[in-house]
């Protein structure tokens, strides 16, 4: 029996973890971590039956305990729960599935305690990876991922020789705006950034797929990850899905990883791996598959990925800036407050009115990002 904690149970990845759970009973859930759905918690609580389980505030958490008084489980709130959900010694594994930069100190913790990490949390790495990658290896721990794109790099890697890698080229679907020009760009509304042609993703992870900063994130993380140069890693336009990303070798050879755009397949590939299981759902079928399409992105359109190699370049505290800065205007445009272009400008705004830390320690990492959220609140108030 596999244990398994999972930070940010109630959003996309975390409710796509728990169908893996349900569909393997070999895996038991020891705790549960959420920010503010309480009756989802609840639910949760009553099917899978942790141990520990974690609120964001204070107010829910009273709230969840009121709910689950008939249950053996205990309830805590805020970062100290979840520091206890990420390092809780009966689970072996934790899915770090929460958004944001919410998640390094637990991710943190639970690199110390021993556990692996089934990483879905991209802030993690793009602000920490200069931590995060040493104290794998001193810990002796794994980092196994779940983007899509990134395991499919993974498994395109597997029995290989990574000092060979040439290139990652990591696919994007290129999202609802393909092919539009900037001044089309600047109609968008929050309905019409929502609607992802190919995924079904939280609505902020949705947005970020729209403006590419999604693909920008995942290629500095790439970087960590897989112990690549910025330049090796190329974002290629795939729109129908099909290819999760690639690998070009120094021979020459290119490997790809396919399947049908399913979450769970990722997520179930961490949980067991070295191990493949039977996962139930839809499969890929060539005979009715009549093409597969390439094309480069629009670094000029989509300049939120452009903005993302520059600071993956430039290092120290400015990838932090650039996530916070998303973070912060995503945010504001789903609640109405700035129009759609805003947000790959206030990212460049906050970028450039950074004066970079190298190596930042976790505290400075968190010091830039309220940095960055007070500059961005300024420039929305104008």
């Known amino acids: 029996m596999k244990k398994i904690a ?21 895996l038991q859930v020891t705790a549960l971590a959420a920010g503010g759905n309480v009756g989802l918690m609840e639910r949760q609580i009553r099917k899978f039956r942790p141990l520990l389980a974690c609120m ?18 205990r309830v805590t709130a805020g970062m100290e ?11 072996e594994i ?15 913790a639970a690199m110390e305690s021993g556990k692996d990490i089934a ?20 810990r002796g721990v794994r980092i196994l991922p779940v983007d899509s794109e990134h395991s499919a790099i993974f498994q395109c890697l597997n029995g290989e020789d990574g000092r060979a890698v040439h290139k990652i080229l990591l696919t994007a679907s ?53 112990g690549v140069e910025l330049n090796q890693v190329q974002v290629v336009v795939q729109p129908q899905s099909v290819i999760h990303s690639m690998v070009e070798f120094e021979d020459g050879a290119v490997m790809a990883q396919l399947g049908a755009p399913d979450m769970k ?3 179930q590939y961490a949980l067991y791996y070295p191990q493949r299981r039977y996962l139930p759902g839809e499969r890929l079928d060539f005979t009715k598959l009549k093409s597969i399409s390439f094309e480069a992105p629009d670094p000029e359109v989509f300049r939120g990925l452009a903005l993302a190699y520059e600071a993956g370049r430039r290092g120290g505290s400015l990838p932090t800036v650039y996530n916070a800065a998303n973070e912060y205007a995503v945010a504001a445009f789903l609640e109405r407050r700035i129009p759609y272009p805003m947000i790959t400008e206030m990212i460049e705004g906050a970028m450039g009115s950074h004066r970079p830390i190298e190596q930042p320690r976790v505290e400075e990492i968190l010091a830039a990002e309220q940095e960055t959220y007070e500059f961005c609140e300024c420039l929305a108030q104008r």
């Open 56 to 73: 964001g505030d204070e107010k829910k958490a009273q709230e969840l305990r009121s709910l689950t008084a008939d249950l053996d489980v």
């Open 174 to 226: 290129g999202g609802p705006f393909r092919g539009w020009s900037r001044e089309q760009l600047a109609t968008v509304q929050v309905e019409d950034a929502l609607k992802h042609p190919n995924w079904s993703m939280g609505r902020k992870i949705t947005i970020d797929s729209s403006t590419m900063v999604n693909k920008g994130l995942e290629v500095m993380e790439a970087k960590w990850l897989f």
């Open 6 to 26: 999972i930070l940010g149970s109630t959003g996309s990845i975390g409710t796509q973890t728990l169908e893996v759970v349900e569909q393997n009973k070999d």
């Open 94 to 108: 934790l899915v770090t599935a929460i958004v944001g930069m919410i998640g390094i100190r637990p991710t943190i």
């Open 265 to 267: 397949l990722p997520i």
């Open 81 to 91: 729960g979840l520091l206890e959900v990420a390092t809780q010694p009966q689970a």
């Open 119 to 138: 990483l879905a949390n991209k802030e993690t790495l793009v602000t920490a990876g200069h931590i995060i990658m040493p104290l794998a290896k001193e």
